[in-house]
């Protein structure tokens, strides 16, 4: 699956959205495509039933420095370390979701596995290897959590 760059343009209202703006974005599956919608703040009125995911962002202003991440390596090697920690399962898979969107990982499903539990079934691009992941949606208080782990990999 690969997520569209933002548009900078309201869905609702065809108005460009300004830097330092709030606005929302929706992943829709139609058509076999994956399609992004950006809505400005004031325009959300929450996901459409058909998500595939939606998050709150804020239109970067372009004097702004760019924010840079730990390299793909660095990443990679945090993704294996988390698969030995399970009480980590949450950010193992925002981590893969992190992956998926910088294209080291190509979505390849969900699926439910003997025991009932929803996994997400990613192809390593790189490693040729394909990973199952739980699906462990972190709530509000832990992915806050999560966040701030996954942000001290950030470099200047």
């Known amino acids: 699956m690969e997520i569209p760059r933002p548009s900078?343009?309201?869905?609702?209202?065809?108005?460009?959205?300004?830097?330092?703006?709030?606005?929302?974005?929706?992943?829709?599956?139609?058509?076999?495509?994956?399609?992004?919608?950006?809505?400005?703040a004031e325009n959300w009125k929450g996901p459409p039933p058909e998500f595939l995911g939606w998050w709150k962002t804020t239109v970067p202003d372009s004097n702004d420095k760019k924010v840079r991440i730990a390299p793909n390596d660095i990443l990679l090697n945090?993704?294996?370390?988390?698969?030995?920690?399970?009480?980590?399962?949450?950010?193992?898979?925002?981590?893969?979701?992190?992956?998926?969107?910088?294209r080291l990982f190509r979505y390849e499903r969900e699926e439910e596995n003997e025991k009932g539990q929803k996994m997400l079934i990613v192809y390593a691009i790189k490693e040729n290897a394909t990973y199952e992941i739980p699906v462990a949606l972190p709530d509000r208080k832990r992915l806050e959590e999560v966040q701030q782990q996954l942000s001290l990999l950030i470099v200047n």
């Open 8 to 40: 900078r343009i309201c869905s609702a209202t065809n108005r460009e959205l300004q830097p330092g703006e709030v606005f929302f974005s929706v992943l829709i599956e139609e058509k076999d495509e994956v399609k992004r919608l950006d809505y400005a």
């Open 78 to 102: 945090l993704f294996e370390q988390l698969s030995l920690q399970p009480e980590n399962a949450d950010m193992r898979y925002v981590l893969a979701l992190l992956l998926i969107r910088r």
